[in-house]
């Protein structure tokens, strides 16, 4: 069966500490897989696409990279306004997204 | 201007109540979705619509009942509702079902509350 599994499931940081998320996933016919970031109370709202084995993607502190079983999250330097769930979504056909439950991280001053 | 909501926000209803959650987006897209977070925070679909047609019915009780009655609206109805309904509903749309632009917006979630 199709899985998602994410972790660590939190992570509590000091701002500037570097640290990764992962997103392991077990899928065929994997069409992409997608990063979202959720602040409490709110939509996911879109990071990352990435399409195929050693893509990466970068976003101010953030770093996606994805292999054939797990994408990683990199966060460089992290500041407080960081701190939100961050969810993978591979998708396995053209419709379907599987979330993992998330990390949710706390970035301290 | 906000590119996908929904209302209400929340929603505090009884046991074997109807009420309807409704979607749209401002965004021009072609496909819309709705997904349920359950208190563990997963995130999972349950229907899709490309073009007010119906093409994702993931394994959902048949009380939600979704309606597209334009491409920019998708609403969810829902009948009898039950205990194990409560949860956040989340609207989501994207431009279209493949390729590179198809990066999901999610309107800001309706939390459902059944006592």
């Known amino acids: 069966e199709d899985q998602v599994t994410q972790s660590p499931e939190a992570l509590r940081l000091q701002e500037g500490e570097s640290s990764s998320l992962n997103c392991s996933y077990t899928v065929s016919g994997l069409r992409g897989l997608f990063w979202y970031r959720q602040d409490p109370g709110k939509g996911p709202e879109f990071l990352f696409t990435l399409y195929s084995a050693g893509e990466e993607k970068e976003k101010e502190r953030l770093k996606a990279t994805l292999t054939k079983k797990e994408s990683f999250l990199h966060i460089t330097a992290p500041k407080p306004e960081d701190s939100a769930t961050y969810l993978c979504a591979p998708r396995y056909n053209f419709n379907k997204f599987y979330f993992g439950s998330g990390t949710k991280l706390n970035v301290k001053p | 201007d906000t590119a996908v909501s929904q209302t209400p926000k929340y929603l505090v209803t009884q046991m074997g109540n109807d009420k309807s959650i409704k979607c749209e987006q401002n965004l021009g897209h072609d496909t819309m979705y709705w997904y349920k977070q359950d208190s563990k925070k997963f995130l999972k679909i349950m229907f899709s619509?490309?073009?007010?047609?119906?093409?994702i019915n993931e394994t959902v009780p048949n009380r939600f009942s979704p309606k597209s009655p334009d491409k920019a609206h998708l609403n969810l109805h829902i009948n009898s509702l039950e205990l194990g309904d409560s949860a956040v509903y989340f609207c989501?749309?994207?431009?279209?079902?493949?390729?590179?632009?198809?990066?999901?917006?999610f309107g800001p979630g309706t939390r459902l509350t059944v006592l």
């Open positions: 989501a749309s994207s431009p279209q079902t493949s390729g590179t632009t198809d990066t999901q917006y």
């Open positions: 619509y490309n073009n007010k047609e119906l093409i």
